[in-house]
């Protein structure tokens, strides 16, 4: 089966502390790519990183990071020094060689304090 | 570069009302194109998908339609509206090539009265 599980519905943090998203996933394709997006609280959903499965090198982009590890199936994302404009829905997602379409996880509701 | 037209943004519309919703791409051709449902808190469902003119998938048996009458353009519709097709609704392209990321509009949010 294909399938996406982001097991934590909702974090709450204080501001400047780090935060790990966690991203399991399910597919017996050997070809397959895997998908962040953000969805803050105006709805639209907006595409941070996409990473296919021959390529496990971890990505920076500022504060953001993904940890990709296939032996665990997993795909990782960390927002290091958090922020309130981190405030949003995060929803990672497995596009897999023999579909035309992705399938999303459930999303992790992620809430920065001041 | 690419963007993404959805609109309205908003509708209050009475049970057993007609919908259409239209989507429209600029700056692409041949893009794939999606119809998405998230109800309030909830993920991504998938209504339907469309590869080109004429050509649409549907995902989930319900009473909801959609049409591709242009290369860029993606309508989804209803004759009569239900309390449940309350949402908001989201359409997306993506490149006419193999594990190209999607990309979102801004969203309409439909509320049944």
């Known amino acids: 089966a294909q399938k996406v599980t982001q097991a934590q519905t909702e974090i709450s943090v204080v501001e400047k502390e780090d935060v790990t998203l966690d991203c399991v996933y399910e597919?017996?394709?050997?070809?397959?790519?895997l998908f962040w997006y953000k969805q803050p609280p105006s709805g639209e959903l907006v595409f941070l990183i996409r990473?296919?499965?021959?390529?496990?090198q971890n990505e920076i982009s500022g504060r953001y990071s993904w940890n990709f590890q296939k032996s665990t199936s997993s795909f990782n994302f960390t927002i290091t020094a958090s922020q309130v404009v981190d405030s949003a829905v995060y929803f990672c997602?497995?596009?897999?060689?023999?579909?035309?379409?992705?399938?999303f996880g459930s999303g992790t509701r992620l809430s920065i304090r001041p | 570069s690419q963007t993404i037209h959805q609109w309205p943004a908003t509708l209050v519309q009475p049970v057993g009302s007609p919908l259409s919703l239209e989507c429209t791409v600029e700056g692409t051709s041949n893009p794939n194109l999606y119809w998405y449902r998230q109800a309030a808190g909830r993920g991504l469902q998938l209504l339907f998908y469309?590869?080109?003119?004429?050509?649409i998938s549907s995902e989930v048996p319900q009473n909801l339609s959609a049409s591709r009458p242009q290369d860029r353009q993606f309508i989804l519709s209803s004759k009569k509206l239900l309390l449940s097709d309350s949402g908001f609704y989201l359409c997306?392209?993506?490149?006419?090539?193999?594990?190209?990321?999607?990309?979102f509009g801004d969203g309409t949010r439909l509320s049944i009265l």
């Open positions: 990473r296919n499965s021959f390529d496990e």
């Open positions: 997602a497995l596009l897999y060689s023999s579909a035309s379409k992705i399938i």
């Open positions: 997306a392209w993506s490149p006419p090539a193999p594990y190209q990321p999607q990309h």
């Open positions: 469309s590869v080109g003119i004429g050509q």
């Open positions: 597919t017996r394709d050997t070809t397959y790519y």
